[in-house]
Structure formats: structure tokens, C-alpha cells
């Protein structure tokens, strides 16, 4: 596909449609992520809201997103 993204550790292969997303959690702590791993892709219509500022990791990417 014209855009590619690898994840390592996820153990599956996914491919999404157009309007299919796949979310990744903060995964650091076991269990600690509830995501597309765990169910698979979400549709565009499940998605609400804008992510406008990113708070962590605390470095030099901290603030607004573009």
C-alpha cells in the first residue's frame, strides 16, 4: 500500500479500508493499553474529537501538534 506503517510486537497483519483507523495506546506497563491490538480497526465514525496538544514525553515534542 502507498502507506505503510510497522508496528513491532503486535503479532497480526492488518489492512484498512479507507475509512478505517488503527489506534495504538500507551503501552508501557503490562496490560496497559486497551487498543487496536486488543479489537482490531475503528471506523472514522467512532472517532471524536481533534488531539491538539500533546503533553508527554516530557522533551522538546511537548505542545502544540501541527
Known amino acids: ?8 510486537n503486535i503479532g497480526n497483519h492488518w ?5 478505517e483507523f ?19 480497526p475503528i471506523d472514522r465514525s ?4 481533534i488531539t491538539s496538544i500533546r503533553y508527554y514525553p516530557f522533551d522538546d515534542r511537548i505542545g502544540s501538534l501541527k
Open 1 to 8: 500500500p502507498e502507506d505503510t506503517v510497522t508496528l513491532s
Open 15 to 19: 489492512e484498512l479500508e479507507d475509512d
Open 22 to 40: 488503527f489506534v495504538v495506546g500507551d503501552n508501557r506497563t503490562p496490560g496497559g493499553s486497551n487498543d487496536s491490538r486488543s479489537f482490531g
Open 46 to 49: 467512532s472517532l471524536k474529537g
